[in-house]
């Protein structure tokens, strides 16, 4: 039966999806819209259960005066089929109605409605540029993704399940209480007020002090995930004991903004019981004078003592359901500020895929400092020809991996204009756009998936495309060998967080394996090769020749040994065009290029030698050729 409440809706949709709501209120309209026959079911099945719970009391009070008014031997004659019905009613009809409430509640609605929020945020998330994620931690963005879902849910819950049913019980206890004895309204209306002024006293702050804690611990969990995820750099920094004080300062703020928060709990639940202790002498107290001067009946001295038990207890409740309930929207309020943000890079309602017929590239008069004023790429203007192998070299900052990251559309250009084949690249679909472009970069992070999934995504081709990919890459020697704690081998061995599992050497050939399964005709490569030994690295230099054969390809370099055969190196100083040409064109102008070539093959060694020495030492036949070092000695002109 419970599997007719569990999929009223489909929680996983894949349809458009517009920004999130900024504002809790809104968010949980747009978000919970397709649970709003759920909603309506359990509130109307709260107010149901309400109501019977106070007509229970009522019918509690009036048995009380039966039994005290008629004998044992006549009681069931005068009486016996209505304590039947009511029994059946109790023992079938109360409880199924309470399974449905319960049901609605918890199955078709929260569960839905945390996995509808959840799946909602992320697919929102997800769509952000890269850019956008190295504003902040992704183990932050990861808990207010989760527990965004989880506060919505829990928010609307509290609403439907708690609030609700309190509010319908006290509104149905009032009118009990006015047809037994509208005076017993007295003490009620007391209590309701003081219970209200507590009220506004408790709620600001709880929420104050609910946002303070969420804070916190969003930090600590920002610290924890990147603690353990950086395990290896913390080690290499040392300092141990300046690092145990910064994570004691974290996890202290954490234990202050909690320890807020209990005493505003610890208040309010203290001040909770003297009111419930208030309301029932005060109800209890004046049934039993009115019925000492005749004025009501014994049963509604029963019937107030059960109210006032049963009152008190729900305003318990209903303060912690009011509590829980800011303390979601306050985790809500947060989450929403990073959740709902509008995508910093979003393709135009009439964005079309991308065709590339040849592969140009032309970057016309681009700048982007994000945001700073300076930095990045300052008005360059770059054509690449379709089929052309260009080389990017340039000091750190020049602007090299904004260039890449500005054609990926990782960031949008401050100014200024990127096409492929003449097509504005803002035009398109980024989906399509990094289709068609192939990318190896320097640090080469995996996902804890397999090496298929590492290579092909999920579900790429089949296994033959694969390993030939897996080959051209050098990689099929240690992907045979792989076998990870579960026991898969092979191409289903997962790799572990960020590749943890593999070498550096080993991710970056799956990297280039990934790359030569794409087969994409734009190739870009941020030192495609760096992580790789010399043996390694000169059995895919071949294969990469192979690849870079008919396609367009962006290559960076620090080591300029490896970009030596491009057919045109460019050289980038302060986001601008310094030089460009040929390598052996840039050696003989004696710029920049010949400054940085004259670093790495002699410059790191302490060795005086002009520019025209470093020309006559240019490696005949480019990467991994030997040319003479001092003293006569063979070495590789790549030492950088």
């Known amino acids: 039966m419970l599997g007719l409440f569990e999929s009223p809706v489909n929680p996983f949709p894949t349809g458009p999806k517009p920004t999130p709501a900024a504002s809790v209120r809104q968010f949980l309209l747009q978000e919970l819209r397709p649970l709003r026959p759920v909603v309506a079911a359990a509130v109307a099945t709260t107010i149901l259960c309400a109501a019977i719970e106070v007509w229970l009391i009522g019918y509690a009070g009036s048995l009380v005066d039966t039994l005290a008014g008629a004998s044992p031997d006549t009681l069931w004659a005068g009486h016996g089929t209505e304590l039947l019905t009511v029994a ?15 049901a609605l509640d918890d199955i078709a609605f929260r569960a839905n409605a945390r996995s509808l929020a959840r799946w909602r945020a992320h697919r929102h998330v997800s769509r952000q540029s890269v850019g956008w994620f190295r504003d902040d931690l992704a183990g932050r963005i990861a808990t207010w993704v989760r527990d965004g879902g989880d506060a919505a849910s829990t928010a609307a819950y509290s609403v439907i399940h708690t609030l609700v049913f309190v509010i319908a019980y006290i509104a149905g206890s009032v009118w009990l209480m006015s047809t037994i004895d509208a005076r017993l309204l007295l003490p009620l209306a007391a209590w309701i007020l003081a219970y209200a002024l507590l009220m506004l006293w408790a709620v600001p702050r709880y929420r104050r002090a609910s946002e303070r804690l969420q804070d916190a611990e969003s930090a600590l969990t920002g610290l924890l995930v990147d603690s353990y995820a950086n395990v290896d750099t913390l080690a290499l920094l040392g300092g141990q004991d300046s690092r145990t004080e910064h994570d004691r300062r974290v996890f202290a703020l954490a234990r202050r903004a909690h320890l807020d928060l209990q005493r505003v709990e610890v ?3 203290s001040t909770m019981m003297a009111l419930s202790s208030a309301l029932l002498v005060g109800l209890v107290g004046y049934g039993i004078a009115l019925w000492r001067t005749d004025a009501a009946p014994l049963g509604l001295v029963a019937a107030a003592l059960a109210l006032s038990f049963r009152i008190t207890a729900m305003a318990e409740w209903l303060l912690d359901a009011v509590s829980s309930l800011f303390g979601s929207v306050g985790a809500l309020r947060r989450a929403l500020r990073t959740i709902a943000q509008p995508l910093a890079v979003a393709d135009k309602p009439q964005a079309t ?38 080389g990017i070299v340039g000091r750190s900052g020049a602007g ?11 960031h949008d250009a401050e100014s200024g204009k990127i096409t492929i084949d003449g097509t504005d690249i803002t035009d398109v679909t980024q989906e399509s756009l990094r289709a068609q472009i192939a990318m190896v970069a320097q640090e080469a992070a995996l996902l804890h998936r397999s090496v298929r999934e590492n290579i092909a995504g999920p579900g790429g081709a089949g296994d033959a495309q694969i390993e030939a990919a897996v080959r051209r890459a050098s990689a ?12 898969r081998t092979g191409l289903d061995a997962y790799v572990g ?28 490569l941020d030192e495609a090769t760096s992580a790789l030994d010399s043996e390694a690295e000169a059995a895919i230099h071949e294969t ?12 960076i370099a620090h080591r300029l040994s490896t970009i030596a055969r491009m057919d045109r190196i460019v050289v980038l100083d302060a986001g601008r065009i310094a030089e460009q040409g040929t390598h052996a064109e840039l050696l003989e102008r004696g710029g920049l290029y010949a400054d940085l070539w ?37 070495r590789h002109a790549d030492t950088g």
């Open 88 to 102: 059946v009613f109790v023992l079938l009809i109360r409880p199924l109605i309470n399974l449905v409430g319960e």
């Open 267 to 269: 208040t309010i639940n």
């Open 353 to 390: 895929p991308l065709r590339v017929r040849g592969g140009a590239i032309s970057f016309s008069r681009v700048s982007h400092h994000y945001g700073r004023g300076e930095g990045g790429l300052d008005q360059l203007s770059l054509d690449v020809a379709a089929g052309e192998r260009v």
């Open 400 to 410: 090299k991996s904004t260039l890449v990251g500005l054609l990926l559309r990782f």
């Open 476 to 487: 099929d020697g240690f992907v045979a060998r792989l076998r990870d704690a579960d026991g």
């Open 497 to 524: 967080e960020r590749g943890v599992r593999l070498s550096g050497g080993q991710r970056q050939r799956i990297a280039l394996a990934r790359a030569f399964y794409r087969n994409a005709p734009i190739l870009v």
């Open 544 to 555: 990469l020749g192979e690849v870079m054969t008919g396609r367009t390809v962006i290559a």
């Open 598 to 634: 004259l670093r790495q093959s002699g410059g790191f060694l302490g060795t005086a030698v002009g520019q025209g020495e470093a020309h006559a030492r240019v490696p005949a036949d480019g990467p991994g050729a030997v040319a003479p070092g001092p003293g006569g000695a063979g």
